[in-house]
């Protein structure tokens, strides 16, 4: 059902991984807030096809910062709401088997102690202890960052917009953005397939289709989706907590990530090469056997266990692979909350935190490092390492 009222504090473009918990924690401090979605309910473009990993690892500040602050919304979701988020904490490990990896992820975790982060690295033996399925054979060690973990993407968007509407949030299904209403070098509202809504704040979190409707301001951002898969196998009793990542290039893929769900099941995905642009969302034929030979070199003990279910998302990459954030300098009233890189789960309540801080004046001194960091005017010539 759409609203009568059309003038709002915030306007936020697209519900999301960023903007439902945006508007949560905004409608939470006193803002009135429209969120004005395309498709029929929360988390129905990129969020649905998130496997779910949460972590503060990262090799940029501003991330790691972002990224902490999610953790704690996470990890006291429950304990304030009662919604379950299927919230883990089972660690995220980042596993070594050449020289180069070794000394990478060792000076790497020397900065992120520096930074904040409660991180170790493990010499082979005790990344065992921890991962005694994970292959031996040529295993130098690795990182372990016990902090991280994992919940629902889906479970979490649902309880995000529950409590976001609770606290006096507004949504609009199944409506489009076609058009800004601009006053001179000011956005003062945005015109819809429905109606025509005015606001003092307007935000771009549409994810992956964030810079096409940013062109309707005039905006260009350097925000490009490409295509990631993942899939999923039957459950089996609990072999691991943490979520397991290799680092290693193989053709076809950049890198490796795995994690055992609560329920038992096995999620995988690997990050593509060469990158496969634009917003496709079919599976494809040649994910799953590369896929598999990357999961069983890693963990040998699951080579008879049956995958059930295939899927693709998009990852909206910026060239440096961090997020967007913030204002953008000659146009007054419009923010960016995009180019999340494939991690807007994982930092979407972290982002929302810092914009209800800036649209309401109270930064404070890491509030304003953060958005300088990933301000829409950086140079994106620093690229994350963790991305």
Avoid at 82 to 106: C, I, M, N, P
Wanted: charge should be neutral.
């Amino acid at each position: 059902m759409t609203s009568p009222q059309s003038n709002f504090d915030v306007i936020i473009i697209g519900a999301g991984s960023v903007g439902v918990p945006t508007a949560y924690f905004m409608a939470r401090a006193g803002l009135s807030v429209l969120v004005i979605e395309q498709l029929p309910s929360v988390g129905q473009a990129s969020n649905k096809h998130a496997i779910g990993g949460i972590r503060a690892t990262h090799s940029d500040p501003a991330k790691i910062h972002l990224g902490n602050r999610s953790l704690a919304v996470f990890a006291n979701w429950q304990a304030r709401h009662g919604d379950d988020l299927e919230w883990r904490q089972g660690g995220y490990s980042f596993v070594a088997y050449t020289d180069e990896h070794v000394q990478s992820l060792k000076d790497l975790t020397a900065w992120q102690v520096e930074h904040g982060l409660n991180i170790s690295w493990l010499e082979r033996a005790v990344m065992l202890e921890i991962l005694p399925q994970l292959n031996p054979a040529g295993l130098r060690g690795g990182t372990f960052s016990p902090e991280d973990g994992s919940a629902s993407p889906l479970k979490s968007a649902f309880a995000f917009h529950l409590r976001a509407v609770e606290a006096g949030a507004v949504f609009h299904f199944n409506e489009a953005v076609t058009g800004f209403i601009k006053h001179g070098d000011r956005l003062t509202g945005v015109v819809t397939d429905r109606g025509r809504y005015s606001a003092s704040t307007i935000i771009n979190a549409a994810g992956g289709w964030a810079r096409p409707i940013s062109q309707l301001a005039g905006v260009d951002i350097p925000v490009e989706p490409d295509s990631h898969e993942a899939a999923i196998t039957e459950p089996v009793q609990r072999l691991f907590h943490p979520m397991v990542v290799d680092m290693r290039a193989r053709p076809g893929s950049t890198n490796f990530y795995f994690y055992q769900h609560p329920t038992g099941k096995i999620i995988f995905c690997m990050t593509p090469d060469p990158p496969i642009l634009g917003t496709h969302t079919i599976a494809s034929s040649d994910f799953l056997p590369r896929a598999s030979r990357r999961l069983l070199e890693l963990m040998p003990v699951l080579q008879h266990i049956r995958v059930r279910r295939v899927w693709r998302g998009t990852y909206p990459m910026t060239p440096d692979g961090s997020p967007i954030l913030g204002e953008v300098p000659g146009l007054e009233g419009y923010l960016l909350a995009t180019g999340m890189c494939g991690q807007g789960f994982m930092l979407g309540p972290g982002v929302g935190q810092l914009l209800t801080a800036l649209v309401l004046n109270h930064l404070d001194n890491q509030d304003k490092i953060i958005l300088e960091k990933l301000s829409y005017s950086r140079s994106f010539d620093s690229v994350e390492v963790l991305k």
